[in-house]
């Protein structure tokens, strides 16, 4: 009787830490991805052009240091949410996390480049509308499986709406 539990406690300390291990490299595998994300869109982002420099910007257009500030914090959030949803959710829901991330982090690079190297206000109007579903979609995959880390993307919802709204006034300042 005492070795059968000593391989019952032997094999769920062995379960413990494949467990332990999958949320570690889930971890590192969102974090990538939101890093990766975040150097795509920084590299296309451009704001040393003649062609920013002239756009007809609104008082309300927020100071250079603002954007990498925020980005900053917010991509944090972002790897921090997503990989504490995927390890509270079971194999279907980390596949929905998964696919609404992947969509969403597509969708967050892609701004820049239609915006900065397309030199499309418009275009990149309509991305950032499909960012704004997309995080929507995101906040409810990650907050069915865990309230918390649903809660902290609300800044990122914030903060593209308000990106929203500036890319709007940008495209219809200068079409």
């Known amino acids: 009787m005492a070795n059968a539990q000593r391989d019952f406690d032997r094999r769920r300390a062995a379960v413990a830490r ?3 291990a999958r949320r570690r490299w889930r971890g590192v595998v969102v974090t990538g991805a939101v890093a990766a994300t975040a150097v795509a869109g920084s590299i296309g982002t451009s704001t040393d052009t003649a062609w920013f420099r002239n756009l007809d910007k609104p008082r309300w257009y927020p100071p250079a240091v603002a954007f990498p500030t925020a980005w900053t914090v917010l991509y944090a959030l972002i790897a921090w949410a997503a990989t504490r949803g995927l390890n509270r959710a079971d194999r279907r829901g980390r596949r929905r996390i998964a696919a609404h991330l992947a969509a969403n982090l597509g969708l967050n690079a892609a701004w820049s480049w239609t915006f900065f190297r397309a030199r499309r206000p418009g ?4 991305t950032i509308l499909a960012l704004d579903a997309s995080n929507v979609a995101l906040v409810r995959a990650v ?7 649903g809660a902290a993307l609300v800044p990122y919802v914030g903060w593209t709406a308000f990106a929203t709204a500036l ?5 219809y300042r200068n079409r």
């Open 18 to 20: 494949t467990q332990k």
């Open 123 to 126: 275009l990149s109007l309509g």
């Open 143 to 149: 907050g069915r499986h865990d309230a918390t880390a």
């Open 167 to 171: 890319t709007e006034e940008l495209w």
